[in-house]
């Protein structure tokens, strides 16, 4: 999967969708493999427009997921009118797992939530298997960060790409 992070900016350009399906066709990427990152901050633009582009690009197969979700004003009414497929809860609530009972509290509700609206949930930041294994028990249903890997050049992840698609001989 490909994630790219996006601003309101570009949705308001009104060329986004346009934009999405030329990438699309030039790279021979599969819709479903491109997931498109907003803030939440950035979400709470009341525009029509927007949930209109949203829409078309879920049409299209593309996955969307609001990111560093956890950190803004959230309004949980305008939530669960967008048409997300994704919330990324924001690392500030996992640095601190296992051993935070507040970061854990809001984790799992934030988990709660989103499963209760359909939407997955990744967790940004994981650096341990402590952590890890606490947002397993949570029932999250993807992680990013550190443990999985740091950083690289395009060249590097993918040889470590074609190394993880070797079959165990």
């Known amino acids: ?16 969708l346009a934009l999405v399906q030329t990438v699309l066709e030039e790279t ?16 709470l633009d009341d525009s029509e427009q927007l949930l209109q582009t949203f829409a078309s690009l879920r049409e ?7 990111d ?14 967008l048409p997300v497929n994704n919330l990324k809860i924001d690392r500030g609530f996992i640095c601190d797992l296992p051993g935070s009972s507040p970061d854990a509290a809001i984790t799992r509700a934030i988990i709660s939530m989103a499963h209760g609206l359909n939407l997955k949930v ?27 890997a740091r950083p690289m050049p395009a060249p590097e992840l993918e040889l470590l790409l074609q190394k993880q698609l070797q079959p165990l001989s």
């Open 1 to 16: 999967q490909v994630s790219v992070n996006l601003s309101v900016v570009h949705l308001r350009q009104g060329n986004v």
């Open 28 to 43: 021979g990427l599969p819709a479903y493999l491109l997931d498109l990152e907003l803030t939440e901050s950035q979400l």
């Open 60 to 66: 299209l197969g593309v996955q969307i997921s609001v």
């Open 68 to 81: 560093d979700f956890g950190t803004g004003y959230s309004s949980l009414g305008y939530l669960k009118q």
């Open 122 to 148: 990744v967790a940004e930041g994981v650096e341990t298997l402590e952590q890890l294994d606490v947002l397993r028990g949570m029932g999250c249903d993807a992680v990013q960060g550190y443990l999985i």
